[in-house]
Structure formats: structure tokens, C-alpha cells
């Protein structure tokens, strides 16, 4: 391996989110972000910034453009246009001005539960009605519930549907033909489909991402997708992320809010991050997807053997892994703060992400193996003096 992912980097006291906001004694293995260095080149394109020494107002560069177009086309073979991206400050900000340019207040959304908990705030934010199609459990694996995806956006005039694509936090990567089944569906009842495709370039091996807008001419004009290579670079502090709008008429009205909203700016470094990201990192990612890879395996090796009550929900995607803890009997809120205080890890209740996940906990592995095995270890002493405790 040309990269060191072994590598411990002391991120308390530097205002890190993820380990500043925890106890001292207390593993954090929540947010999602990672705890590698990120790629050198990227480091070097920070360095070479800031040595210029001025850090005014910026323009974004025909790079900038060129290499968000080049890694569709490299990686996913997606053609996408220079006019159709807006680079804006981050997917939620991109949501958010989404739901204020084409929702009304009382305007109903759906979404898919349990999925990422700032689709709901962000609806809730802007005053709009978040439904839901829950996921459907079983086997160890979600599947979506079609019938009750088109109840619900016949019977209730739904504007927007937000995707998760790849799912998070059930790591789904929804295959061709899910997503052509629910684009139709919009398509029927002319609901917009706003795609959060953030997650798309951690998959698993033998799992393959379709980007929603690639399917089909329709779908790329009935779709709004964002991405970013905050998650999957390690750049979530850098503020860079891009919407994909080939519908000039979605475009001209989204552009509106965007610019009213101030979050077209982006910082000087985050442009240049992603540049490099995308044009010459490709390397450091590969690696990358082996190193998950086999912390995902070591996980749930060590789970089967030592914490049995547990079952990994298979993963397909992302370096979150959603457990189930229903052999438990103890809900996901209550665990995650025994855990906390009784096994000193910090993992998020699946309840977080909607009341269907409750009896599932989220687990962050993008961390060094040697962090992972410490918290699988708290994990299984938690959980030991957990199950004494309310026996
Ligand atoms: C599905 C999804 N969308 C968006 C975000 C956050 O994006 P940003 O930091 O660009 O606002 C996350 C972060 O975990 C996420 O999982």
C-alpha cells in the first residue's frame, strides 16, 4: 500500500467535531467523517494555497468544473455539462435552498426511514411535512416497500422525494432497478426526485452505484443530484459540494435561492481540494475501499464470534454499519447512552434516524483497524455490564 490508513492522528483540542464533543475517556466512533490524513496531494494543494499568502474573495476555475465532469465520466461513466453544476457550501445547504425553491410551507416530502436525520430537520426547517416510506427489514436486508411508496405519493400531493443513493445509514446501494421503479413513480405522479448521492464512490465489492440522472433521459430532467467529495475524501470541513441540474428551467429557478441563500461561495481551499481530488486521487481512494473493506469484514468476524446478540445489517455501502440490537430488548437511545457511559464508546441509536431504526445502533469504522479493535472491545464489555446490569 502506497497510503498508511494505520496511521493514529490525535484529532482532540483541534475543534474536531468528533472527538472534541466527546469525553475525554469516551471513543468516538459517530459523525461520519474519517480519521485518515487525507491524500498527500491534497495536502500539498492546501500548502501551495496558503503559501500564496492573500486568501480574498475567489472565483471558482474551469478545473473546478472539469474535474467534477471528468470523475462522472471516469468513474461512473455519466456524461454530465459544465452549465448543469452549482457548487454550493454543502449537500445540506443545497437541500435545504432544493426544498425553499420548489416547496410551498405545508408542502409534503417524502423520504425513506430510518435515512440520514437532517432530510427531516432540513424539511422541518422549512416549514414543509416529512412522509414516509419505511424501509422494509428482513433477512438481515432492506428492501422498499413500493405499494405504500405509491399510496403515499398519490394520496398526499407530494412535491419532493429525497433520495439516499447509496443509503445512509443502511447502507443500501439501491440497484437499477429500484431506482427505475421509483423514478416512474415520480414520473406518474410528477414528483420531483432530489438525489443525495454523497455516499456514491464508498461502495463494496460486488455492489455497483447507478447514479439516478443516468438512467434515462426522463429521470435526468425529473432529478436533482448532489454530491460531494467531502465523505469520500475526507474534506467535510473544506465546504465544497456540487448539484447536478441538467433541467434548465429546475436550474434557473434553483440558482435564485441559491444566490439569496449566500451559499454559492465557496472556501478558497475547498475548491482547489476537490480539484485535486477528483483529478489526481483516484490512487488514494482504491486504497482506501481495501482498508474499509477489511475493517467492514473484521467487524463482522468479531461481532459473530464475541457479540452474537448482534447482527450486522449487510453492508453494501459507506463506512457507516448499522446494527441490529434487537436480541437486546433495550431501545437504541438508551443503549447509546449506556454505552457511552458504561463501555466509554460513542455510537449513534438507530432511533436518531427515524422511530423504525430504534432497534439499531450505527457504528463508524473509517478509523485506523487498531482504533476499531479498541472499540469493538468497548463495545463488547458495554454491552457484557449492560446486559448484568439489567438482568
Ligand atoms: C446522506 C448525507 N447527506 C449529506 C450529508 C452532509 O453533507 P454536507 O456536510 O455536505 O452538508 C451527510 C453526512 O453525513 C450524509 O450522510
Known amino acids: 500500500m502506497k497510503y498508511n490508513f494505520d496511521k493514529i492522528i490525535n484529532r482532540k483540542n483541534t475543534n474536531c467535531y468528533k472527538w472534541d464533543t466527546t469525553k475525554e475517556d469516551v471513543l468516538p466512533m459517530w459523525v461520519a467523517d474519517m480519521d485518515f490524513e487525507v491524500a498527500p496531494k491534497i495536502i500539498d494543494s492546501i500548502i501551495k494555497k496558503a503559501q500564496h499568502g492573500v486568501f480574498g474573495y475567489t472565483m471558482i476555475p474551469k478545473e473546478y468544473y472539469e474535474a467534477e465532469i471528468y470523475w462522472w465520466k471516469k468513474k461512473y461513466n455519466f456524461e454530465i455539462k459544465k452549465e448543469w453544476i452549482e457548487p454550493t457550501t454543502g449537500v445540506i445547504p ?82 437499477k432497478n429500484e431506482l427505475k421503479k421509483m423514478g416512474e413513480l415520480c414520473l406518474k405522479y410528477n414528483v420531483l426526485v432530489i438525489s443525495d448521492e454523497i455516499h456514491r464512490d464508498l461502495v463494496y465489492k460486488n455492489y455497483c452505484y447507478t447514479p439516478f440522472a443516468s438512467i434515462s433521459e426522463e429521470f435526468l430532467q425529473n432529478s436533482i443530484t448532489c454530491t460531494s467529495a467531502s465523505k469520500t475524501f475526507n474534506i467535510a470541513g473544506l465546504k465544497a459540494s456540487n448539484i447536478i441540474v441538467a433541467n434548465k428551467n429546475l436550474r434557473v429557478k434553483l440558482n435564485k ?54 447482527e450486522v445489517v449487510k453492508p453494501e455501502a459507506t463506512y457507516l454499519l448499522w446494527i441490529d440490537i434487537s436480541k437486546l430488548n433495550i431501545s437504541s437511545t438508551k443503549l447509546a447512552n449506556k454505552l457511552e457511559n458504561i463501555g466509554k464508546i460513542r455510537i449513534i441509536s438507530g432511533g436518531t434516524f427515524g422511530k423504525n431504526g ?13 482504533t476499531l479493535k479498541d472499540g469493538l472491545n468497548r463495545l463488547k464489555n458495554g454491552i457484557n455490564q449492560i446486559k448484568t446490569l439489567e438482568n
Do not use: M
Request: proline residues 3%.
Open 94 to 175: 443545497s437541500l435545504s435552498s432544493i426544498i425553499q425553491t420548489f416547496c410551498e410551507s405545508g408542502d409534503k416530502i417524502l423520504i425513506q426511514s430510518p435515512v440520514y436525520h437532517y432530510f427531516n430537520i432540513s424539511i422541518e426547517n422549512n416549514n414543509c411535512e416529512v412522509l414516509n416510506n419505511n424501509l422494509i427489514y428482513e433477512n438481515n436486508n432492506y428492501k422498499i416497500d413500493f405499494e405504500d411508496f405509491e399510496n403515499k405519493i398519490r394520496n398526499n400531493k407530494v412535491k419532493l422525494f429525497i433520495l439516499s443513493n447509496p443509503h445512509n445509514p443502511v447502507g443500501r446501494v439501491w440497484n
Open 257 to 310: 435561492v441559491l444566490n439569496r441563500n449566500e451559499i454559492k461561495s465557496l472556501n478558497i481551499f475547498g475548491i482547489d481540494s476537490l480539484t485535486t481530488a477528483y483529478l489526481h486521487c483516484e490512487d488514494w481512494l482504491d486504497e482506501l475501499l481495501i482498508y474499509l473493506e477489511k475493517n467492514k469484514d473484521y467487524l463482522i468476524d468479531y461481532i459473530k464470534k464475541e457479540i452474537p446478540e448482534l
Open 358 to 370: 430504534d432497534n439499531f445502533i450505527r457504528i463508524n469504522i473509517a478509523c485506523p483497524l487498531k
